[in-house]
């Protein structure tokens, strides 16, 4: 029986199309978090992360920033030290922090969540974030060998 004839087949018995087509879904997801699950134990991820690996990236990288930038941190790398400032030696530092910050959570917000705080769209206003995002992940390839404590 042709796949076509059969589903015509079924979509005329309304009763039969209200288990056939649940059924399915359930054994189509379950397929799915099957494949995935043999992926992440055989290879150590799942083929999405490999596909969309910058927003997978982003989902892992973000939260354990979040914490490396709210830290109490010791020092900072010697060419953002200010040591005329009295209270706060490593502000460079701190902003260039804050900057990657900002890069990682506005990609997080527009690409991952799909959240757009704009509502009337600014063309100008996205080409000046996208911008500034890039040269936020820049200066984090720049730094990465800096951020230890």
């Given amino acids: 029986m042709n796949i076509e004839k059969f589903e015509d087949w079924v979509d005329g018995h309304?009763?039969?199309s209200a288990i056939y087509y649940p059924t399915w879904r359930i054994y189509d997801s379950?397929?799915?978090?099957l494949k995935n699950l043999y992926s992440r134990v055989r290879y150590g991820f799942e083929p999405w992360q490999v596909w969309n690996f910058n927003s997978y990236a982003v989902e892992i990288l973000l939260p354990n920033f979040r914490r490396f930038?709210?830290?109490k941190r010791m020092g900072c790398p010697s060419d953002t030290f200010d040591g005329?400032?009295?209270d706060n030696?490593?502000?460079k530092w701190d902003e260039e922090l804050e900057e990657i910050l900002w890069a990682f959570e506005y990609y997080n917000r527009t690409e991952i969540t799909g959240e757009e705080e704009r509502v009337p769209y600014d063309h100008e206003k996205a080409m000046a974030d996208g911008k500034r995002m890039q040269a936020g992940f820049e200066l984090f390839g720049k730094r990465l060998m800096g951020?230890?404590?």
Wanted: charged share 35%.
């Fill in 14 to 16: 309304k009763y039969l």
């Fill in 30 to 33: 379950l397929k799915y978090d």
């Fill in 69 to 71: 930038v709210k830290s």
């Fill in 84 to 86: 005329t400032a009295k």
């Fill in 89 to 91: 030696e490593c502000h």
């Fill in 147 to 149: 951020m230890w404590d």
